[in-house]
């Protein structure tokens, strides 16, 4: 299973950014699909995650009203809109494929990151 993220950059604080995901290889349709981030000097962290239907989705609360996850499975391709980005956001974000229960802590493919940064 090949992930390759973009759409990353630069953007001002309550600006919005949209990062993509396409997957490839070995890729099944029944993965669910996350993402991840992690920003300078801290640990790797939760965002949001889908499962392979689009019917059910979840987020860390940091995000919670201010970022949406979608994917489009005809595409084979991951979303995730982000919106009244704060500083805070900024990180290296990563997607990830994996089964739902293990997708929002340990999954098993990743892609590599996409740099997004957010000034004030």
């Known amino acids: 299973v090949q992930l390759h993220a973009y759409g990353g950059g630069s953007v001002q604080a309550g600006g919005s950014l949209r990062l993509s995901c396409a997957a490839s290889?070995?890729?099944?349709?029944?993965?669910?699909l996350g993402w991840f981030r992690q920003a300078p000097g801290k640990e790797r962290e939760f965002v949001a995650a889908i499962s392979w239907s689009g019917g059910s989705t979840s987020y860390a609360d940091s995000v919670k009203g201010r970022f949406t996850i979608s994917r489009d499975n005809d595409e084979n391709t991951l979303y995730l809109q982000m919106s009244s980005l704060k500083p805070e956001d900024t990180a290296v974000y990563y997607c990830?494929?994996?089964?739902?229960?293990?997708?929002?802590?340990?999954?098993?493919?990743w892609g590599q990151g996409t740099l997004v940064t957010v000034s004030s």
């Open positions: 990830a494929a994996s089964n739902w229960q293990r997708i929002s802590t340990t999954p098993n493919y």
């Open positions: 290889g070995r890729f099944s349709h029944t993965y669910a």
